[in-house]
């Protein structure tokens, strides 16, 4: 009789436990934004014509600023964004489009950054434009760049904002990882963001 009642103690408890990890709130690694307007739409170059934000509304877009002679951020950020979604399997990374918006139209030209990004991931979309559109989508979206003098090798370096953008599948904001959020971080919130 003893056993029986901590056997049935000891069921009841790992049901909780298992009821509470199941049904927590999911804790997000980057930050989230409540914003009560859409994000803002642009128009930009990529290797096969223009690319808008609008044109993949109903997945999850990720945005990033960036450019392909960065020598370290960039790379790394888009090397962790591809494991992720290798990580989630095809079927799901297939719900989600990864672009990225470089900040260096001088010397990426949309083959160099269609070469660029698909070395990290097939999907993964490079696009651009003119300094001046470059100026109005990094401003609506809170992105610092200024170009830095280089090496003799270099030339010159872009200092940027490094975080990276999930907009949700109704073309809203909804959440910003910094630098340094990994794959798996990453892979967690946009396996939870796709069951919403």
Do not use: W
């Not at 999911?26 to 223009?50: A, C, E, M």
């Amino acid at each position: 009789m003893k056993t029986k009642f901590i056997l049935a103690i000891a069921i009841f408890i790992l049901a909780a436990a298992g009821a509470f990890y199941f049904l927590r709130p999911h804790t997000f690694h980057g930050t989230v934004i409540q914003s009560p307007d859409p994000s803002h739409d642009f128009k930009l170059t990529g290797v096969n014509g223009d690319v808008s934000l609008s044109d993949y509304r109903g997945k999850l877009v990720l945005i990033y600023f960036g450019y392909t002679f960065c020598p370290d951020i960039c790379p790394a950020t888009l090397a962790n964004v591809a494991q992720a979604l290798r990580d989630m399997g095809d079927e799901k990374a297939s719900e989600i489009q990864t672009i990225m918006i470089s900040l260096d139209p001088e010397r990426d030209t949309p083959e160099k950054l269609a070469a660029y990004v698909t070395h990290f991931h097939p999907t993964f979309i490079g696009i651009t434009g003119s300094q001046d559109d470059l100026i109005t989508i990094t401003t609506l979206y809170g992105i610092f760049f200024q170009k830095k003098e280089g090496s003799s090798a270099t030339d010159y370096l872009i200092d940027h904002t490094a975080t990276l953008m999930v907009i949700d599948r109704e073309g809203y904001l909804k959440l910003v990882f910094p630098f340094g959020v990994t794959s798996k971080e990453i892979a967690e919130d946009l396996e939870y963001m796709l069951r919403q």
